[in-house]
């Protein structure tokens, strides 16, 4: 019974501990691949985020930026006088314009071509805006006014980088030797980069205008969306939890809503667009692309993520507050809504923000429900309205950028996005400092 | 129901100190959990480690064999000697350590695999045996040496998860024989076992003294005097009392030990 | 009368009930609350329950069911003669309804009479016209049965308003005069609420079952009508998708295979990726990882999970599809045609799926006992020894359950392969070509101009069947391997 280790001592050559044998080399080698391998995933899952954040910074920041040109100049009434007798009012107008922004190329003592057509491609046709402009002012007619003009969105492109004179390719909206121009322009301090706000607030423009385009209306239309969101999901999840987590009895009826609730939360978010559709839409004849109906049909997917978060808080609540409660006379009923509720509540909250989030950036139900190729062209309303009436949605508006043939329209798509994640970072910060503040460790 | 073999205790000399730990502290972040502990752990001995629950007798048999670096915020201070060699020397894998120092734990743990590859682990991965024949030679004596062979013959191939709990720990006792230790720890080995689950392996810790030198931790005192020829008694992070297990059920020196043999704390 | 209005009148009868219910006990105790059988607060809420929970239910089921028979008995009343060739009762029927808000919309904006919009028998021209100053889009010139239908519709609507907006009144008010004669101080007030309450819980929790239901009854119906149009065995076992564009063709080839291709040969490729990444980033978090730096990573991988998915279709689309071209496209590799391919769509899909495998994953190796590692490690093995061959293969059965709720994730994914994918249906095994998915044609064919009753429209329903069919089958097999798993160890 002494011979258990046939080969013990034939391995382990040198005896002692502090020198590795040839083995032992070779199985720290693999160990230490090994841990590469799983230091590698998760570079490359950091990667991946960078890259995208990255791309996203660098594509969208542009739609925050537009380029406008600053032209200061004064008409007289006679000027006026003299324009309002033409044929071609506004031509008259713009031709005033084009003298002043002459002047101030002059004036700068740069050496560059003007030419109408030139400025013309550049700024589009100003001679409107002015007019406009001194029909609602009079009293500043005969004093300096300075006009801030937006540039074509080529012009936009060339500042942004998008457009390079290598890419350049001469066309009825811009040539190559405009940019000689825009250099000039540039350097005098007369065009530069300024916030678009015609983005952050504007609401969508029709396919062939990228310029106008704006995300504004869309987050109005995800506002409302998100309003019926959380005063439907936020009370039917909590409901649902506490019937499932303190009163439901082991049945079949439980275990029935149990698994429903574990499915639902695995269908395909699509699915829930086909619902959305069939049943709001054909059915209930509510109307189509309402943020009223996008509400329901993200509330239907949304609850279980809730269901699910709000059962774990509760069940967090560690049963001898639920005793305690009993113990002094409260009924099981006032023992929850007294005691375990609130003391649940962070953690409901929490959960519900991140579901809201969830909800905020889902888009394909969106796409069944009509939220796409609307072009939401302004605000709602009024309240009733804004449920009720079309309108799109932040990730449908998205869609329906990059959906578009204009490449300048990605730009917006992109732009779109960094509005979106911002929404999606804050209501996340919101939930980690509600749990960093209300959580409690029984 | 044990003899003592009086013939190994009247022997004990120098030559043969396997473990020799000197002044081992042992720390869970600020907890002070092991304090100055020194004791000579001899081989071909079984060594008992008794003492009340939180006492430190777990934490210092993980520190013969390192297991306490898989938990971050344990640090060990103080040398312990495995054969003159100190094991927490910066040079010394862990690795190695433990393929010479195996140990046997609380719950029965086998590995969701079949018998055989429960037994067959530690071999493979210590490269001990060349030949299909010799793995087979492996398993079958290290099952013999755990007395499951019988038993467990005609399903090697089955889960070691389906056996009994009894069975489930001697499985383990033959998959730490197999790596072929020259020390076999055993921390509380028959907690979780019925009494005849319990008798079979106090047995077989008997048998084990022939080849290794064996520590044994419990929380039976009666266990302790039945298995051991040495015994340590731990209290509050302290090596109270450590000699012959006789000498210490029947005339300690200590008053905590006889406190705590007597039944007065613990 | 707005439903705003019907609702807050509701609600203030409530309010009235609670204040009146509590009022009323407190004085026939003299205002000594110790007398009653609960709190004073219980019978005011018994009040407000009874007022506020009829009469929503009411005007809910009314809501749902009013335009159901509306509809119904409006359409039934058109004659056959006034659909024309080639239309259908329900396109006629949207028209009606188009017609009938123009008339609401007019008479809002004063455009026309409350008179003249139920009258308007004569000058069609005249109606229309007024209509589109209104600002209402009526298609073509509105005939005359269109008209009387959608003055029917009208009439019948606001006469059905009227008559919801009284009853809900009335069961309001019947509810808050039966409730307020209880009102005794021995009567069981808590009790009779915490049993309505309870009720209330038990109709929250069935809103899943509600949901399930619909989804199951909305797919059922429309596929049942699709297999109608067109012949089910084409659908399963057709090898070609070439929907006509006119939504009315029967030259229309709707087979499924192209598009299950599709979604697999995508989802396959998402997992490649997936896997292994998530796989071997949840052994470093959970194995090897020092607080330090899994508190850093760990949100860092699911920053990834919390992005939307149209952000990672424009990835898709515009940065990751560009670059596989300039790699593999004509310029470089020549395997390429355009930035929309399988490739495109697997790889981003894949890198939206890694957090998603590392978490659970993360979750399931956490939960193999460390009693299992000690045991590894008390026997000399190393940690990549006891992760490979004792950890992983204790937690296999929760791994793969984790794949398969990806691979579910990944099949019903639509936004990526809406824009990454490309529309072209094909069997083929080039990675780089376009190929397109169930879901991307659920997308495009609910969302362009074919008529809902066309089998164009319809295959959308069938198709949605099938997507919700693989993946509940997925996740139920999933779930059920997890939970397996789980109590193994617990």
């Known amino acids: 019974m002494t011979d258990v280790t046939p080969n013990a001592g034939g391995n382990r050559a040198g005896n002692s501990l502090a020198t590795q044998d040839a083995r032992t080399k070779r199985r720290n080698r693999a160990e230490a691949r090994f841990k590469a391998y799983g230091l590698t995933a998760i570079l490359v899952g950091i990667f991946f985020l ?393 | 129901m044990y003899d003592a073999p009086n013939l190994a205790e009247s022997q004990v000399t120098q030559d043969n100190i396997k473990i020799s730990a000197r002044n081992v502290q042992v720390f869970y972040a600020d907890t002070h959990a092991i304090k100055d502990v020194d004791v000579d752990i001899l081989d071909k001995t079984v060594t008992a480690f008794i003492g009340p629950s939180g006492c430190g007798k777990s934490t210092f048999l993980r520190c013969i064999n390192r297991m306490n670096d898989t938990i971050d915020i344990c640090k060990v201070q103080g040398d312990i000697m495995l054969d003159g060699q100190d094991i927490y020397d910066k040079r010394v894998d862990p690795v190695q350590l433990r393929a010479k120092v195996g140990m046997v734990f609380q719950k029965p743990n086998p590995f969701p695999k079949s018998i055989y590859d429960n037994v067959a682990y530690g071999p493979r991965i210590h490269g001990l045996a060349r030949t299909k024949a010799d793995l087979d030679e492996i398993v079958e004596k290290s099952l013999r040496r755990a007395a499951l062979w019988n038993e467990a013959k005609d399903r090697l191939d089955q889960p070691g998860t389906g056996l009994s709990g009894g069975q489930q720990q001697r499985l383990c006792i033959a998959r730490a024989v197999a790596t072929a230790p020259e020390v076999l720890l055993m921390d509380e080995p028959c907690s979780a076992l019925d009494p005849i689950a319990t008798a079979q392996v106090e047995e077989l810790i008997d048998e084990l003294r022939q080849e290794f030198s064996v520590v044994i931790v419990t929380h039976s005192m009666q266990q302790a005097a039945r298995v051991s020829q040495k015994t340590a008694f731990f209290h509050l992070g302290h090596l109270v009392e450590y000699g012959e297990t006789g000498q210490i059920f029947t005339n300690p020196e200590d008053e905590r030990t006889e406190s705590y043999i007597t039944g007065r704390i613990g | 009368m707005p439903l705003i209005w019907l609702i807050v009148i509701v609600l203030a009868i409530a309010v009235a009930g609670y204040v009146l219910g509590r009022s009323r006990v407190m004085a026939a105790t003299g205002g000594d609350s110790r007398k009653l059988h609960s709190l004073p607060s219980y019978y005011g809420y018994n009040v407000a329950l009874k007022v506020v929970l009829p009469s929503f239910f009411l005007l809910l089921v009314w809501l749902l069911v009013q335009p159901v028979i509306v509809n119904g008995t409006v359409a039934a009343d058109i004659p056959q003669s006034a659909i024309p060739e080639g239309s259908s009762r329900d396109l006629i029927m949207s028209e009606v309804r188009r017609t009938a808000e123009g008339l609401d919309n007019a008479v809002a904006q004063g455009i026309m009479t409350e008179d003249f919009a139920t009258n308007a028998r004569s000058d069609l021209n005249d109606v229309t016209q007024r209509l589109k100053d209104a600002g209402q889009i009526v298609t073509a010139q509105v005939t005359q049965p269109i008209l009387q239908a959608a003055q029917r519709y009208r009439i019948m609507n606001d006469t059905g308003n009227l008559i919801l907006s009284l009853l809900v009144i009335l069961v309001a008010a019947a509810g808050a005069a039966w409730s307020l004669r209880e009102m005794r101080p021995e009567f069981r007030a808590r009790n009779v609420v915490e049993r309505v309450v309870k009720g209330v819980l038990v109709a929250a929790a069935s809103v899943a079952i509600l949901t399930t239901l619909g989804i199951v009854l909305s797919l059922v119906f429309n596929t049942i009508e699709f297999f109608r149009l067109y012949p089910a065995g084409d659908f399963f076992f057709g090898t070609a998708w070439s929907p006509s564009f006119t939504g009315r063709g029967g030259s229309s080839e709707l087979g499924v295979l192209p598009l299950l291709w599709g979604t697999f040969y995508i989802s396959i490729v998402a997992l490649l990726v997936a896997v292994p990444v998530g796989l071997f980033a949840a052994i470093y978090l959970s194995e090897y990882a020092s607080p330090r730096v899994r508190s850093f990573a760990k949100p860092m991988l699911e920053v990834l999970a919390g992005i939307p998915t149209i952000v990672y279709g424009l990835f898709a689309l515009l940065t990751v599809g560009p670059l596989l071209v300039a790699v593999f496209g004509k310029d470089g590799l020549g395997w390429m045609q355009a930035g929309t391919a399988v490739m495109t769509a697997g790889l981003v899909m894949g890198v939206m799926l890694i957090p998603f495998v590392s978490s659970l994953s993360d979750d399931i190796i956490n939960a193999v006992p460390q009693a299992m590692r000690d045991g590894s490690y008390g026997l000399g093995a190393t940690k990549s020894e006891t992760i490979r061959q004792v950890v992983l293969p204790a937690a296999l059965p929760g791994i793969v359950g984790a794949i398969l709720l990806a691979a579910s994730r990944a099949i019903g994914e639509t936004m990526i392969v809406v824009l990454g994918a490309g529309a072209a249906a094909r069997l083929s095994l080039n990675p780089f070509e376009a190929m397109t998915t169930v879901t991307a044609k659920i997308v495009s064919q609910l969302t362009g101009d074919a008529d809902f009753a066309s089998p164009e429209a319809l295959v959308a329903f069938a198709l949605g069947m099938t997507l919700f069919v693989i993946t509940l089958g997925l996740n139920i097999f999933a779930l059920y391997i997890v939970r397996k798993y789980r109590e193994q160890y617990e």
């Open chain 1, 50 to 442: 960078v890259v995208l954040a990255v791309s996203i910074i660098r594509s969208g920041s542009p739609a925050f930026t537009r380029t406008v040109v600053d032209v200061e100049f004064a008409l007289s009434q006679a000027q006026i006088n003299e324009a309002e007798e033409q044929l071609f009012k506004t031509a008259a107008y713009a031709a005033f314009f084009t003298d002043a922004l002459k002047r101030q190329i002059d004036e700068s003592g740069m050496e560059v071509a003007v030419d109408e057509d030139a400025i013309e491609r550049i700024i589009g046709k100003p001679g409107s805006t002015i007019r406009e402009f001194f029909q609602a002012n009079p009293d500043r007619i005969g004093t300096p006014v300075t006009f801030e003009l937006a540039a074509s969105s080529r012009v936009d492109g060339y500042f942004n980088g998008r457009v390079t004179r290598e890419s350049m390719q001469d066309s009825r909206f811009l040539m190559a030797g405009d940019l000689d121009l825009v250099d000039a322009l540039a350097e005098a301090g007369v065009i530069r980069s300024s916030i678009n706000w015609t983005f952050i607030t504007g609401a969508d423009s029709g396919v062939d205008n990228p310029g106008a385009a704006g995300i504004g209306a869309s987050v109005v239309g995800s506002f409302f969306m998100m309003l019926v969101v959380l005063v439907l999901s936020l009370p039917i999840g909590v409901a649902a939890s506490i019937y499932l987590e303190e009163f439901a009895p082991r049945n079949r009826f439980t275990d029935l809503i149990e698994v429903n609730i574990s499915n639902l939360a695995a269908v395909p978010s699509i699915v829930f667009g086909i619902l959305g559709l069939a049943i709001f839409i054909q059915f209930a004849h509510l109307p189509q692309s309402a943020p009223l109906v996008g509400g329901l049909v993200l509330t239907l997917m949304t609850l279980p993520t809730i269901i699910i978060s709000t059962r774990a808080s509760l069940r967090a609540v560690p049963p001898s507050i639920r005793d305690a409660a009993l113990g002094v006379g409260a009924s099981k009923m006032q023992s929850v809504f007294h005691h375990v509720l609130p003391l649940a509540m962070p953690g409901i909250l929490t959960g519900t923000i991140i579901g809201l989030a969830q909800a905020l950036g889902e888009t394909a139900p969106l796409l069944l429900i009509g939220m796409v190729g609307f072009v939401a062209r302004g605000y709602p309303d009024g309240i009733v309205s804004g449920f009720m009436d079309p309108n799109s949605a932040m990730p449908a508006q998205i869609y329906t950028w990059a959906a578009r043939a204009d490449a300048s329209f990605y730009e917006k798509a992109w732009g779109g996005i960094i509005v979106l994640l911002v929404f999606l970072l804050t209501m996340n910060i919101i939930a980690i400092i509600l749990r960093r503040r209300f959580e409690r460790r029984w």
